[in-house]
């Protein structure tokens, strides 16, 4: 038997009866899914200095458990000194069983070692079902070695989600163990 990760189980076993019981879906093809999980960074100082690019695709690598990318400029921007095909980010794109690996490390140890943690805003949400989470520091992550960071930079998380409306993503999100403030 294969592995399956916890997250994925419980949203089998017991997610989607308690979606389909609150808003009444006659179908399981209706209940909305986790579709998938982007950690993105923006890296701007990397226009003066390219290996902060190369640390952060590393640190977002440590933290997801897959290879992150390095994001370029699209456009030149003369007041930033920015040619377009610069890179000044860095982003990985999770699905599957690595998006649920991922979206359990983050409930369980990451976002309950934030300092003065009280829940996650739920203003994050764009209208059509998806949500978005800024992460202030990258020491949250078990993973990084406070030893070897070079700087204090935060990430964006967004989770990209099957729902219709933000009601209804709001809903999975909260039954899949996001903390959202009361």
Same mark, same amino acid.
Request: proline share 3%.
């Given at each position: ?10 949203y #089998?076993? @017991?997610?989607? +009866? ?10 399981? %093809? ?5 579709? #998938?999980i982007?950690?993105? @960074?923006?890296? $701007?100082?990397?226009? =003066?200095?390219? #290996? ?8 977002l690598?440590?933290?997801?458990g897959q ?6 400029s +699209? ?10 095909? %610069? ?8 699905? $599957?069983?690595r %998006? ?6 983050l ?7 934030? @300092?003065?943690f009280?829940?996650?805003? =739920? ?6 079902? /998806?949500?978005?989470l $800024? ?6 992550? !078990?993973?990084? /070695?406070?030893?070897?960071? /070079?700087r204090?930079?935060? %990430? ?19 039954e899949?163990?996001? !903390?959202?403030?009361?």
């Amino acid at each position: 038997m294969s592995y399956i990760p916890r997250l994925k189980q419980e949203y #089998k076993e @017991r997610v989607i +009866k308690a979606l389909s019981e609150e808003y009444g879906y006659k179908n399981v %093809m209706q209940v909305p899914k986790l579709q #998938k999980i982007v950690v993105s @960074r923006g890296v $701007g100082a990397a226009v =003066a200095d390219k #290996k902060l690019i190369d640390h952060a695709v590393d640190e977002l690598t440590m933290i997801t458990g897959q290879k992150a990318i390095a994001t370029m400029s +699209k456009k030149d921007v003369a007041a930033f000194k920015l040619r377009k095909g %610069m890179p000044i980010g860095a982003k990985v794109t999770l699905r $599957g069983e690595r %998006m649920y690996e991922f979206l359990d490390r983050l409930i369980t140890t990451a976002l309950p070692r934030v @300092r003065d943690f009280q829940g996650v805003r =739920a203003t994050g949400f764009d209208g059509r079902g /998806n949500y978005s989470l $800024g992460v202030t520091e990258q020491i949250i992550f !078990p993973e990084i /070695n406070i030893d070897k960071i /070079n700087r204090i930079n935060g %990430m964006d998380i967004t989770f990209v989600t099957s729902a219709d409306t933000d009601k209804e993503a709001k809903s999975l999100l909260t039954e899949l163990g996001i !903390p959202f403030k009361k």
